[in-house]
């Protein structure tokens, strides 16, 4: 994490409304996705869960609020795998921005609440049109949620 | 919808607090599914997006937001499905709790913001440990997002 500006900080205004990642939000979950320093194609985010996002199963994190926070966080790394893939610098215009097209995910063991968790991401395959990624998250260093991701770029805006 | 009582309506009062569905979060979705009259294999429910949850496309619904009402309706509805296969009546005890052990989200086209919702889901397998189903959305008759989905059962609880 050398760089302290988050994926989404670089987001236009008009883009930056998501619940889960706009800054512009103020009712949002604000996810902030970096570069990984420890791997070339890794990024990585945290996220404390507010005590209400508890899940039906007492003591452990909401699993929408889990599937939420990977898409944010998948998005965000489809957008810093985009800018890479066309040599163009972060934040530069016309926008890149990239939407969910598929995400699978599998709850192999219940999330802990109380703690921060940390999102990962690795990038498997980048096209001029997709992203797609591998996802899991862990609490206390334990992978608790793995997924699969495929993010498609938005046709350009002025 | 002859039954105006929902499936998370019967959950004990301790299972009551997740995000998407507990009626017992104040701060939560409050997801409420019902079966649906068209189908014996069916179950629906509704839900209006927030102005705030929109997504990184203006003016269409977040697509973790649609992920976790998705979630908390399939596991509203393996509940029902489940009391259903052992021959219980809704809400009898031990509670019949169902987690989220995969789901797979298929985002079809953007879903607009500014109306209510439509959550589908179909059973498609019940055992004693897990229930299986189909699900999608519809916005304005218009179905945005497909899912597959697997829940396992809890433990039995007092």
Not at 21 to 39: F, Q, T, V
Not at 47 to 65: A, C, E, I, N, S
Not at 89 to 106: C, I, K, N, W
Not at 123 to 139: P, Q, S
Request: hydrophobic fraction near 40%; charged fraction near 15%; charge should be neutral.
């Amino acid at each position: 994490m050398t760089n302290l500006k988050a994926f989404q900080d670089y987001y236009p205004e008009a883009f930056g409304h998501c619940f889960g990642c706009g800054a512009e939000n103020p009712h949002g979950l604000h996810i902030k996705s970096y570069w990984n320093d420890d791997a070339n194609d890794a990024t990585i985010a945290f996220y404390t869960p507010q005590p209400y996002h508890t899940g039906g199963y007492p003591g452990y994190v909401y699993g929408g609020l889990i599937a939420a926070i990977l898409d944010c966080h998948g998005n965000g790394t489809a957008a810093a795998a985009g800018y890479r893939f066309h040599g163009r610098a972060m934040g530069s215009l016309p926008a890149l921005r990239y939407v969910t097209a598929s995400l699978q995910l599998d709850y192999l063991k219940p999330t802990p609440m109380g703690m921060t968790l940390e999102l990962h991401a690795r990038i498997l395959e980048v096209t001029a049109r997709k992203v797609r990624m591998e996802l899991w998250l862990t609490a206390a260093g334990v992978v608790t949620v793995k997924a699969q991701m495929v993010s498609v770029a938005l046709p350009p805006s002025p």
